[in-house]
């Protein structure tokens, strides 16, 4: 940890195996470019997604309007901005959610491994486990209706073992490293090993995860929001707008096409930069694969 | 084997009596009075005394919980408040919908993914690998209900061999039946293939790099032999649990799929049942649909220790 030459050396090897992978990289372009629509909408969208304008509904894609319109008229490539500002705030908060809940519980689990916390952390997440996203998100939409918070309670519950589990496992094994055991021998607390030697050891691993569970999210949320227990009008979401597109689907067959592409595209750049990023944290797995 | 069956019956039967803990408190605990909240703002109150009193919901928190698990024990689910029929009688009818498109999707996605992952793995770094590896991830990427539109799209409207949504009814044949469930299940297959294709793939490369694969080979086993006698009944346990996993995957999403193609299934029953606020279906619909994640992932237990004897072992 003091010697200087490993600091100075990793973050540069690093740097150059990112430029050096092209999933790393596909996947950062694409991320980038949707988290900027996403930024720019607070700002600008080329038509106001508040206005209808029935008199140019169902527009293909023209000049004006790069992506058409919809069936009140309204910009699909504006609304496709504001709908990426959803989803990415959907999923930022739920996967938030799972790492501020689930990391501690898992770090305390390993920390007192085999004790009955330990035990009482492993099997409340088996139940969390038991019960699917969508299920979840159906009994509290049932009890509270449908709204973009409970969809991110929603997710963000699932989150939390996946959290739990990562960091308990990872954290087990550092329990046994030498450093660890030097710490304890100084007599330095379990929480305070876990916050100083552990938590720090394993946040590659989390980071990586943290990238999946947020494409995840985002394909929960879209799939919410389509069926109408996310999102609700007047904000746009893509899940929303493709469950707009399917009741026209004989009529403007291409309203369905671009949500679902943006979706695809994000999911895949955030996946792809997820599998990048887990090869450069691990030069192992690199030369391995 | 014996104690080990006992062991993980008992852990089953915990798991059922949390999840039913959970669904219960949520479901009845957390809205106030279910009563009121089903009837809405505007109800008298005397109707909603008269709900309150046919739910029972008059007696205590806890003896209404032990009313309703003895009930599920039995089978009985209760009466739903918006159709007036026992509960038990809707799923029943959507079950038969439900459950077949699941295994249908199930068997589809092992059916594609076993073959495309040990193509992959036995050419690893080939164009045939490289090509598995990028349509897969292009295929987790691709959310199943908008593939189930494309489908739609493609099959339904553009090429009509299929009918874009309903069902007929399995009076009307099995292969009517099959044929309208076919279009979804494939939505439901294509997203869950690519996975387990690409667990499969890295299980078969963890597999071929042990010491037992090349011992087989020094014995003069060819890399073929090596890999259909040795490496890939191995490999399969990562396999076995992503396949439970996904099955609770299927059945969850099956509820997204079926409003796609109108099918009358579980997931359109849940969705009038909240749009109704029929608290009864919904809970009874919640249960069953993690009942039966929680069976499985049982099953996928007792399997391992019947292929893998280290396991009854090392758990009992």
Known sequence: MSDPQIIMERPAGMVHAALRSPSFMIGLVLTLLFTVAALLSFVWTPFDVTQLNIANKLKSPSATHWLGTDAFGRDIFSMLMVGARTSIAVAIVAVGIGIVVGVPLGLLAAARHGSLIDEFVMRTNDLIFAFPALLMAIMITAVFGPSALNAIIAIGIFNIPVFARLARGAALSLWTRDYVLAARVAGKGRTLISAEHILPNITNLLIVQGTIQFSLGILAEAGLAYVGLGTQPPLPSWGRMLSDAQTMIYIAPNLAIFPGLAIVLTVLGLNLMGDGMRDIFDPKLRRAR | MLPFLIKRLISLTLSLLAASLVIFFVIEVVPGDPASFMLGLNASPDTVAALRESLGLNASVPLRYWQWITGLVQGEFGISYTYKVPVG?????????????????????????????????????????????????????????????????????????????????????FWAGMKALTLPAIALALPQASILARVMRSSLLDTLGEDFVRTARAKGLTHRQALWKHALRNALIPVLTIIGLQFSFLLAGAIIIENVFFLPGLGRLVFQGITQRDLIVVKSVIFLLVFAVILVTFLVDITYAVVDPRLRRRSA
């Open chain 2, 89 to 173: 009688e809707l799923i029943a009818d959507r079950f038969w919908v439900s459950m077949p498109l699941s295994i249908y999707a199930l068997t589809l996605s092992t059916l594609i993914a076993f073959p495309v992952g040990v193509i992959a793995a036995a050419r690893r770094n080939s164009p045939a690998d490289v090509s598995i590896m990028g349509v897969t991830q292009l295929g987790i990427a691709v959310p199943n209900f908008w593939f189930a539109m494309l489908l739609v799209l493609f099959f339904a409207v553009s090429l009509r061999w299929f009918s874009a949504g309903g069902f007929p009814g399995w009076e009307a044949g």
